[in-house]
């Protein structure tokens, strides 16, 4: 639609940065990287799976497989679980993770180039139709951020981290955009949950493994 108009324009609001700044969650995770590299000489051990966490008078026992397949025990002095909805931390505690799951919707999104997109790179763009929900919006480089949603109305299990969903959800608004191989892509569904404590003893919850909510 050539006479679309912003229905929201951050550039008249006070201060420094009025603006939004959407970045590629592959350069965020790369930059994280880099800085605890330059900062801590600290390297992520990719492929390290936890196995156990016991937490006794004589302090912490942690049960690891690496990822050449060999097992390894060590013992810190503090375990922060930062390991996601999901986290091994959390259930290893015993730590309940109390709430409730929007089990119909279903979200989805997509770092990956689009050619011959019509609409402005320099706006939000919300798509909105009566069982599709589809946002994109330019990032740095050639990139743009796709989020797609079924708006409740599909099976739950209904969408796939697919090049063809995503292209199937763009279409409908945009006939004329193609997407590109993605560069990063995720799939969540909807929830409301938090811990009962965060802490148990030297172990701590941080992020989505003690609260996610929508």
Request: some cysteine; proline content about 3%; aromatic content about 12%.
């Amino acid at each position: 639609n050539t006479d679309a108009k912003p229905i929201l324009d951050f550039s008249t609001l006070p201060g420094r940065f009025p603006f939004i700044m959407i970045y590629n969650q592959n350069e965020t995770e790369r930059v994280l990287r880099q800085h605890l590299d330059a900062t801590f000489n600290f390297r992520p051990e990719w492929g390290t799976q936890l196995l156990t966490l016991k937490q006794g008078e004589s302090g912490i026992e942690v049960g690891l497989r690496l990822a050449d397949g060999s097992k390894e025990t060590i013992r810190p002095r503090w375990v922060i679980g930062a390991d996601g909805v999901r986290s091994r931390v959390r259930e290893c505690m015993g730590i309940a993770y109390d709430g409730e799951d929007y089990e119909e919707n279903v979200l989805q999104m997509m770092d990956v180039g689009i050619s011959d997109f019509a609409a402005g790179d320099d706006w939000i763009h919300y798509f909105i139709g009566q069982d599709k929900f589809v946002l994109v919006t330019k990032l740095p480089g050639t990139n743009y951020r796709v989020l797609i949603s079924d708006m409740g109305k599909a099976d739950k299990d209904s969408l796939g981290e697919t090049h063809e969903a995503f292209q199937e959800y763009v279409s409908a608004f945009d006939d004329v955009a193609a997407l590109d191989e993605p560069r990063w892509a995720t799939k969540w569904r909807v929830w409301k949950r938090m811990t009962s404590s965060y802490q148990s003893g030297s172990v701590f919850l941080a992020g989505d493994a003690a609260h996610c909510h929508s």
